[in-house]
């Protein structure tokens, strides 16, 4: 277990609709970062918030946004979902200056969302 | 852009035998980090070991250790003495070294299966 935990575990929803995902990070970290786990792929980073602000995103439409909050908590938006956003979400928290080499990062279990 | 390639879709090792996972990455950075994660059933990502670029001595954990080729390119996994716990996908991943931010590039991934 690393501390870092996601809600909800499994999400259904329809193609078009809307889909918040949460995240908690560790206790001490300031850094969340997001990513889309396809099946059969590696992770693909979406995009990392440091202290409340987005730090780097990846090849993702704006249809994916998120937000973290003052306690460092995440959450992730993703609107008018497509089959194609059908994947494992994972988040990541890790404490001090993205980059430097202590700034490990420890997932959380994941969200399981299918799109129908 | 850094690519991370993993050739092996699929290994098994038999209990208590060694087996290698290979890896190997692109990049024009001097300065960067490669990590090896291990994701069981469970989809909990867990790291396994990782390297410093500017770091000549292979990394070693316990039966984990890896061989770094920096001019090749190539960051492969051994794992001695494998444990039926072992079984898992694991993944190489590498890490730009630029405070910009902290972002992992996956490889597509090894499926590793220990035989009783």
């Known amino acids: 277990e690393t501390g870092v935990t996601q809600s909800p575990t499994h999400l259904i929803k329809t193609r078009g609709q809307q889909v918040t995902l949460r995240c908690s990070s560790q206790s001490g970290h300031n850094t969340v970062s997001w990513y889309q786990q396809a099946l059969g792929q590696g992770p693909q980073f979406i995009f990392q918030?440091?202290?409340?602000?987005?730090?780097g995103r990846g090849n993702f439409p704006p249809r994916f946004s998120g937000l973290q909050f003052p306690n460092y908590s995440s959450e992730l938006n993703v609107n008018a979902l497509e089959l194609d956003d059908s994947a494992l979400y994972l988040c990541?928290?890790?404490?001090?200056?993205?980059?430097?080499?202590?700034?490990?990062?420890?997932f959380g279990p994941g969200t399981r969302l299918t799109v129908l | 852009a850094q690519t991370v390639t993993q050739s092996q879709p699929e290994m098994s090792v038999q209990e208590a035998e060694t087996v290698t996972l290979s890896c190997t990455y692109d990049?024009?950075?001097?300065?960067?980090?490669l990590f090896w994660y291990k994701q069981p059933p469970s989809r909990q990502m867990i790291l396994v070991i990782r390297q410093e670029a500017y770091k000549q001595q292979n990394a070693t954990e316990n039966r984990f250790s890896v061989n770094f080729q920096k001019a090749a390119k190539s960051f492969s996994l051994k794992i001695s003495d494998s444990q039926l716990g072992d079984a898992a996908m694991y993944f190489c991943a590498y890490r730009s070294g630029g405070t910009s931010g902290s972002r992992l590039t996956f490889g597509e991934g090894t499926q590793l299966t220990v035989n009783p």
């Open positions: 990049t024009s950075e001097s300065d960067y980090y």
């Open positions: 990541a928290s890790s404490r001090g200056i993205p980059g430097r080499m202590n700034n490990e990062q420890f």
């Open positions: 918030y440091y202290r409340e602000e987005e730090n």
